[in-house]
């Protein structure tokens, strides 16, 4: 055997036999004939893998699906801009404007083809070098497992595959359809039974800065605004926000082109301050918590006039009652409002309800009026979010990372109440911090750690 397959330990052993040998040592030899292990191999697979998640982000992975949504958007309106020029008639009159108009569509497009093909042949080269790189971690590694004399590594695979098989069985159990909810039939939508998605998933022009926000589009629009959408960002502190952003399509917000600023105040926090990132858009008119106050404000985004109404004044402000779970609390989430397809409602809490949940209907006129309040037995701090659909409150709870479950409702027509709902709602992010149901097109609205998300509602058919 030759000296460069062995291991050679010298072990020093004091012995104390006799007068003659004290204070001596006892020298010996143990040999193994194993190799020794490489050292260098394994940290250059370390250092390999560390580079592949730094070039290989989430943010990166959706970049073409935002791209490619972005040129499907500009295409369908191109295709409605062509057609509209068709069918007018208007002797020539406005002809060259609008040939003009579609001449800038297609530039855009063009723009959006050649971003696109960039893109994609960056990560094709990503790709190819991966795999390069994926396959030679897979050797070495199959060659440093024949050092795992005590099969480790082998058990540990083992158990991957019985985690797969269980988190198989989970996704089976969870795709059969779940108990019924209240049936909202005068919506004639049926009961909801499941919630489908992510349907969009993007990050903001601002990127990660703000993990505060809310988004979505105006529940009752004006007419030529039906396909605008709104961004609000908590930019002071994740607590106070003071404009609206908006953007004439969905492809226009993802892109981050073209928006219009609509400022409340000058500067964070006044009065009229944007306070939590729950609220609505309905009417042209913005609804959300005002500045240190137990009223609601809202604002008009054509005359930017402010009216409030005041809610209890026991109800909870400034961080009283916010959603909560075991890990964590949803900052100045005191009041939560919410859209259906019978109006705006507030849902917060009071002492005198023990921090329960109420409901209040919030009748748009100008000044807004509360009309009408039901209350729950749910505490506030025991749920995420809410959101209505057709005059049922819907409330959610943080169960993972990856899974927010839909677990309660209350019916403002009977006021019955279950807690017995087990809808889940799969996160792309790990804190859902707005969500708001659109009766126009059945869409969960989300904002989650800065993202923006959409999800479909699926409702069972009214017999």
């Not at 330990?9 to 006799?18: A, D, G, H, K, N």
């Not at 940290?43 to 560390?50: C, D, G, H, Q, S």
């Not at 009309?371 to 506030?380: D, V």
């Amino acid at each position: 055997m030759s000296q460069s397959n062995m291991f050679i330990l010298m072990v020093v052993i004091p012995l104390i036999l006799s007068q003659s040998t004290r204070g001596k040592d006892c020298v010996c030899e143990l040999q193994s004939s194993e190799a020794a292990f490489p050292e260098n191999k394994l940290k250059n697979v370390e250092i390999t893998a560390l580079k592949c998640t730094r070039n290989i982000t989430s943010e990166k992975m959706t970049e073409i699906d935002r791209l490619v949504l972005g040129l499907q958007h500009r295409i369908s309106q191109l295709l409605e801009n062509v057609s509209m020029l068709e069918k007018e008639d208007n002797g020539n009159l406005y002809a060259a404007v609008s040939l003009h108009i579609i001449e800038l569509e297609l530039a855009e497009i063009q723009d959006l083809m050649d971003k696109l093909n960039r893109t994609t042949n960056n990560y094709q080269l990503l790709s190819g070098q991966t795999a390069t790189e994926l396959q030679d971690m897979e050797e070495t590694m199959a060659e440093l497992e024949r050092f795992d004399h005590a099969q480790v590594m082998e058990k540990q695979r083992e158990n991957q595959r019985v985690k797969r098989d269980l988190e198989w069985c989970k996704d089976v159990l969870n795709s059969t359809t779940p108990a019924p909810t209240l049936p909202p039939d005068y919506c004639g939508l049926g009961s909801m039974v499941n919630v489908s998605g992510p349907k969009t998933y993007s990050l903001t022009v601002y990127g990660t800065s703000y993990t505060f926000g809310a988004w979505g589009r105006d529940a009752q629009p004006a007419p030529g605004d039906e396909n605008k959408y709104w961004l609000v960002v908590l930019s002071s502190g994740n607590v106070h926000g003071n404009f609206i952003r908006q953007y004439s399509s969905m492809s226009t917000i993802i892109l981050g082109i073209g928006p219009k600023d609509t400022y409340i105040s000058s500067s964070n926090p006044t009065t009229n301050t944007i306070q939590g990132p729950n609220m609505v858009m309905y009417g042209n008119a913005l609804y959300y918590n005002c500045y240190n106050t137990y009223s609601v404000c809202q604002f008009n985004m054509t005359t930017r006039a402010v009216s409030t109404v005041a809610l209890p004044n026991d109800a909870g402000f400034n961080n009283k009652f916010p959603f909560a779970h075991l890990a964590a609390t949803y900052a100045y989430t005191d009041m939560d409002f919410a859209t259906d397809e019978l109006g705006v409602y507030v849902i917060y809490a009071t002492t005198s309800n023990f921090g329960n949940v109420m409901i209040s209907k919030v009748e748009t006129s100008n000044p807004p009026v509360i009309s009408q309040t039901w209350s729950t037995s749910l505490h506030k701090r025991t749920a995420t979010n809410t959101f209505m659909v057709c005059g049922v409150l819907y409330a959610t709870r943080y169960l993972d990372q990856e899974t927010e479950e839909i677990f309660y409702s209350f019916d403002t027509q009977t006021n019955e109440e279950r807690y017995d709902l087990s809808i889940h709602i799969k996160k792309m992010q790990t804190n859902i911090k707005y969500m708001n149901y659109n009766p126009s097109d059945n869409l969960l609205y989300v904002y989650s750690d800065a993202y923006i998300v959409t999800y479909e509602i699926m409702f069972q058919e009214v017999p």
